[in-house]
């Protein structure tokens, strides 16, 4: 991979104090989808992806196969949330290049089990830091649904600031239709200074 490549994508592996966020592998599938099968009730409510239905190993297989694939054009960098005490996969979360030019998406669920502590947070922070480096990257935007009031929490406590309420069509039984979108724009100056921090050590 050339180096102007690699300065458009992020690391493989991230760590944060409680979670390491590695790419996403096909030899996690099992337990990606014991993730989501264990976390149905909560998932189904505002992911559409989230269905009995779908939340098979051989489903899961392809989810993977084909995020490798977006992870190699650059589409998308989808990782999965490791809890460094337990080594247990207690998430996913990913960075997409679906919200124009000069931009990147963040996602990010947690574990039913684990919720309540703070990994949404803390894993998409390091997502954020992760954004910051990459060359084409000026800001970063956070959408979900207005009755999502997990996610309004996290986004809020990354600093990302609401610009944008539209009416979208319901998909999911938790939604309301009213579709949040949030900002964190990164100033010219500390994304600059970590861009070369960024290159100066690969």
């Known amino acids: 991979m050339s180096l102007l490549a690699e300065i458009h994508r992020p690391a ?9 966020l590695e790419k996403i592998t096909v030899d996690r599938a099992a337990d990606l989808t014991a993730a989501v099968v264990a976390s149905l009730p909560e ?13 098979t190993e051989p489903h899961f297989d392809e989810f993977i196969v084909r995020s490798l694939q977006e992870w190699a054009s650059g589409e998308s960098h989808n990782f999965h949330v490791i809890e460094i ?15 124009g030019p000069g931009a990147i998406e963040v996602g990010y669920w947690i ?11 803390e894993a998409a922070r390091v997502l954020l830091g ?3 480096l990459l060359a084409d990257i000026e800001r970063v935007e956070i959408r979900f649904d207005a009755a999502n009031a997990a996610s309004a929490r996290v ?3 990354l600093g990302a600031v609401e610009i944008e309420r539209r009416d979208v069509e319901i998909d999911n039984p938790g939604e309301i239709g009213v579709e949040v979108i949030t900002e964190l724009v990164f100033s010219a100056r500390r994304t600059w200074r970590r861009r070369l921090t960024g290159f100066l050590n690969r």
């Open 85 to 99: 005490e337990t080594g247990e996969l207690v998430g996913n979360c990913g960075l997409m290049r679906r919200v």
């Open 130 to 132: 992760a954004a910051e």
């Open 111 to 121: 574990r039913s089990d684990r919720v309540g502590r703070g990994y949404a947070t």
């Open 155 to 157: 986004a809020a406590r």
């Open 43 to 55: 998932l189904e409510q505002f992911m559409d992806w989230a269905r009995p239905e779908r939340s």
């Open 12 to 20: 493989e592996r991230l760590v944060a104090p409680r979670l390491r």
